[in-house]
């Protein structure tokens, strides 16, 4: 932490850390399987939806001024952060309400 | 201002009147087919937000979510055709939004996503054999000055949250109850393949790997990476990157172009 260290990692270290590197990731199967086989994929299948679908929310009526908009800033967000721990919340949980309140 | 001005500007405020000059084909009313159109517009975009920012989307239950996308569209419409690539601007209007102000950690977290989003589009580029980087250890003194490229679908996050262990806990790994939201992690997002993958590193490897990205080179990387304090292991943090097919070029002289 003083202000004169100024060391620099050896080129012998680095030969040695390159060298552990190498022999942690000998498993050159793993990443060639990884895109054989067919795990489910989170998130990753995105779609650029630009046309007019027929599903929820789509509407062919004019709602173009009935949006969540009046009321939605008032609601409070919810969902499954209120199961997320809270060291500061009473509950041991997050409550959004009271979570600025909590902090002082 | 043009006609095309007036009609964009129109479609994302709901208060503008339909543009003047409007004839419907079937001699419908156009303010009427303006309306369903601007609509299905609005409901595209939030519609591409929500899928790309899931987990953010049930921190907040749909309602909120939604309305806060609306808000974002309007504020920040596309600038670009791709639509898949939305909301690159979406995490940052989220840390300013008063109404999430209750949920600090949720700008991050929806940073995180967009990092997926991108590394789910990034360019594939074939990794350097292993035996490419064996063959540098002949030279041991050239090592510090070697530059390392990696993946473009490779991101760093650093977030004062636990970014990482609130997206896994809402994709099904480890308890969401169990999370606590303050305790600061460190994302790596990228692509080794077709799957994209969230990893929780040390925060110094975190500093390394943003280095590296940065152009700089092995050494130097290295010795910010041990300069944060709080323990260091290159052996470990360069495995993973090797075991994720992360580095795709070897620059000797460290000269990145």
């Known amino acids: 932490m003083s202000a004169i260290t100024t060391k620099s990692i050896s080129a012998a270290s680095l030969a040695l850390a390159v060298g552990a590197a190498l022999s942690l990731a000998a498993a050159p199967a793993a990443a060639q399987d990884r895109m054989a086989d067919k795990e489910k994929c989170f998130g990753v299948a995105l779609k650029g939806k630009n046309d007019c679908k027929a599903g929820a929310g789509t509407t062919c009526a004019g709602t173009s001024k009935v949006d969540y908009q009046g009321n939605a800033w008032s609601l409070v967000p919810k969902g499954s952060c209120e199961k997320t721990a809270s060291p500061s919340s009473p509950t041991g949980h997050g409550q959004l309400a009271e979570f600025k309140e909590k902090k002082v | ?257």
């Open chain 2, 1 to 257: 201002m043009s006609a095309r001005d007036d009609f964009a500007r129109a479609l994302l405020d709901p208060d503008q009147p339909c543009p003047a000059g409007l004839v419907a084909w079937n001699g419908s009313d156009p303010a009427r087919r303006f309306q369903v159109y601007r609509n299905n517009v609005l409901v595209a975009l939030v519609d591409a937000l929500a899928d790309g920012f899931m987990v953010t989307r049930e921190l907040v239950g749909d309602a909120f979510f939604r309305a806060m996308a609306a808000a974002h569209a309007r504020a920040h419409p596309p600038r670009s055709p791709v639509l898949a690539c939305y909301g690159a601007d979406f995490p940052g209007f989220i840390a300013r939004f008063p109404p999430a102000a209750g949920l600090p950690y949720l700008a991050d977290v929806a940073r995180l996503e967009y990092l997926r989003v991108v590394a789910c589009h990034a360019a594939d580029v074939a990794p350097v054999s292993q035996a490419a980087l064996a063959a540098r250890l002949a030279d041991e003194a050239g090592l510090p000055a070697l530059g390392l490229g990696l993946q473009p679908s490779l991101a760093v996050l650093s977030s004062r949250f636990a970014v990482v262990s609130l997206w896994a806990a809402h994709h099904g790994v480890g308890d969401l109850a169990a999370v606590l939201p303050e305790a600061a992690e460190t994302a790596l997002v990228l692509r080794p393949g077709l799957e994209v993958e969230v990893i929780g590193i040390p925060p110094a490897s975190g500093v390394f790997i943003a280095a590296l990205q940065s152009g700089r080179p092995l050494g130097q990387a290295a010795d910010e990476a041990m300069a944060l304090g709080v323990g260091f292991d290159l052996a470990a943090t360069l495995g993973l990157l090797l075991q994720k097919s992360a580095v795709t070029a070897l620059h000797p002289s460290g000269s990145i172009s």
